[in-house]
């Protein structure tokens, strides 16, 4: 049977029931989400909705999550999520609910293929066929923030080596099960050594396990930089959540519209699927919005459900509706288009060419892919023996004089601990600062133990003891020192765990 043959078959067959849980969403959300159930249903697709309710309405009842405890049941019970996008209102107190689904529901990997629709669609780079793989729970993203004085402000990165793992391991598998050559990583561990560094560390470990992908790392600036340029030279793209957010929404807007790329968000239970786009306020209710994102993101859900053929039937029909020029406005272009069409016109249009191939674009074949089947697995590395050293206490000083400052805690510290340095946002300016480093109210004061032996640049750490830390926190606050913050300074099989301060 050819391909032709096994669309139409596949399209007079009903599917395999499957139950999932669907939220409309905000702004555009419900006018899109209306255009992909109805692909769907004319698909033969066999789905139960469970409609729930989630986003700004949520939100607007006084429930800051933006999400329902009836909703959350839906979920649990379902599993599976095809989400349109929701709006989170400004202002304090309320929680990115998307963020929340990711990280309530372990949806580890954020998976955001991009693909370049040229000649049809127009675009600089016809030759783009990028697969970004985002991590999708830690990071900055953590959402862990601070204000401590007047005038800093602080958000925690964190980077953990199973989510590193995790994430860099799906990428490979990813890519192997997609048939793709190459995988590149994107960091930033000439600043941040140990958090970015980590994550290169990983992925340094997992490539080795699959000397048939070709694998890169990138410093994410220049990374991001030639991805915008030129996108053709990338493959599969693993990285950590902020810059897996910004690169996949530049790949996204580059191809032609942010309005054409759909993501899957895959957990070991859960799996959730939407658009890369928002709400788009800015043209909510008037029908015209690309519904080409949720339909992506549901082509990709019935992948992962392993109803491949139903997946392929209906991408091989939104090819051809591209092909044939039939174009929502924000793709639409007096060269290449033919009809701008609304958001009905469009969703009747693929319905319309169900069954139907593309005939310059590859076709789709229905084996290509199921995501579920990717197995992850973490390492269990053995715990390494970590030492205390020393600590470094974080303080609101408005006495911006970092000589006066440093003299005075030598003084009241000297019989606990010795003071080693004080930084101001991360640069040293005790001791032997210099005058033209602009200091804040922040400083970050490193105490090591009185023992510690700093020889040329060299320090051989001596260790100390919680107890001294409380003590010197006492003397502190005795002496009117404000402190903010502590952070414990650790070796970690004799290397140390924490970086050095910028001139140190
Ligand atoms: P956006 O993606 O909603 O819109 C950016 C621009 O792209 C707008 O000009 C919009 O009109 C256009 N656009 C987006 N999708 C389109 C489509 N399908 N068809 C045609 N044009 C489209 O980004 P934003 O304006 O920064 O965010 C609006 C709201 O969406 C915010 O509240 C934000 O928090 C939320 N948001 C939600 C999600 C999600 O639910 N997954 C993702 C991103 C942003």
Not at 201 to 212: G, W
Not at 327 to 332: F, G, L, V, W
């Amino acid at each position: 049977m050819n391909t032709s043959e096994a669309l139409k078959e596949s399209l007079s067959k009903k599917s395999n029931t499957i139950n999932i849980v669907v939220a409309k969403g905000d702004g555009i959300g419900p006018e899109i989400m209306d255009a992909t159930l109805d692909l769907l249903k004319a698909a033969n697709v066999d789905f139960n909705p469970d409609f729930i309710e989630v986003g700004e309405k949520v939100y607007k009842s006084g429930n800051t999550a933006g999400i329902t405890d009836a909703s959350w049941e839906s979920i649990h019970k379902h599993k599976i999520i095809l989400k349109a996008p929701i709006t989170t209102p400004q202002g304090k107190g309320y929680k990115s609910l998307n963020v929340t689904m990711r990280k309530s529901l372990g949806l580890f990997a954020n998976v955001r293929p991009v693909k370049s629709l040229h000649p049809f669609v127009t675009t600089l780079h016809p030759k783009m066929d990028v697969v970004v793989v985002r991590e999708n729970e830690e990071d900055l993203y953590a959402g862990i923030e601070h204000r401590q004085t007047d005038e800093v402000y602080q958000c925690l990165k964190l980077i953990t080596r199973p989510g590193s793992e995790k994430i860099i391991r799906y990428a490979f598998e990813y890519a192997k099960k997609h048939h793709r050559k190459k995988v590149t990583c994107l960091v930033k561990d000439n600043i941040m050594k140990l958090t970015d560094g980590l994550f290169h560390q990983v992925f340094r470990e997992i490539s080795a396990e699959y000397p048939d992908i070709q694998s890169e790392v990138q410093i994410i600036d220049i990374g991001s930089a030639r991805m915008a340029n030129q996108p053709q030279q990338y493959d599969v793209v693993v990285t950590s959540n902020l810059y897996g957010d910004i690169v996949s929404d530049i790949v996204a807007e580059i191809s032609g519209s942010v309005g054409l790329a759909g993501s899957s968000n895959i957990g070991t239970d859960y799996a959730m699927f939407e658009a890369i786009h928002g709400s788009a306020p800015d043209i909510s209710g008037m029908g015209i919005a690309n519904p080409s994102g949720l339909m992506q993101g549901a082509i990709q859900m019935l992948n992962y459900l392993g109803l491949t053929e139903k997946a392929a039937l209906i991408q091989n029909a939104w090819l051809k509706t591209i092909e044939d020029g039939i174009h929502t406005a924000d793709i639409y272009n007096e060269a290449t288009s033919k009809t701008k069409a609304n958001t009905k016109e469009f969703t009747a249009a693929v319905i319309e060419r169900l069954g139907q191939v593309p005939s310059t674009f590859p076709q789709i074949n229905a084996t290509d892919v199921d995501q579920r089947r990717l197995k992850i697995e973490i390492s269990k590395p053995k715990p390494q023996t970590k030492t205390l050293v020393g600590v470094d206490i974080f303080l609101d000083s408005r006495d911006r004089n970092a000589n006066t400052l440093g003299d005075r805690l030598t003084e009241a510290s000297k019989e606990i601990l010795k003071l080693k340095m004080i930084t101001n946002r991360g640069v040293k300016v005790y001791p032997d600062g210099m005058d033209s480093t602009f200091c804040t109210d922040h400083w970050r004061c490193r105490f090591v133990n009185n023992e510690t032996v700093v020889e040329a640049g060299k320090t051989e750490h001596v260790p100390i003891t919680p107890s001294d830390i409380i003590k010197l926190m006492s003397k502190l606050h005795a002496d009117d020192f404000d402190v903010i913050k502590t952070e414990n300074l650790y070796e970690f099989d004799g290397k140390i765990g924490f970086s050095l301060g910028q001139g140190e």
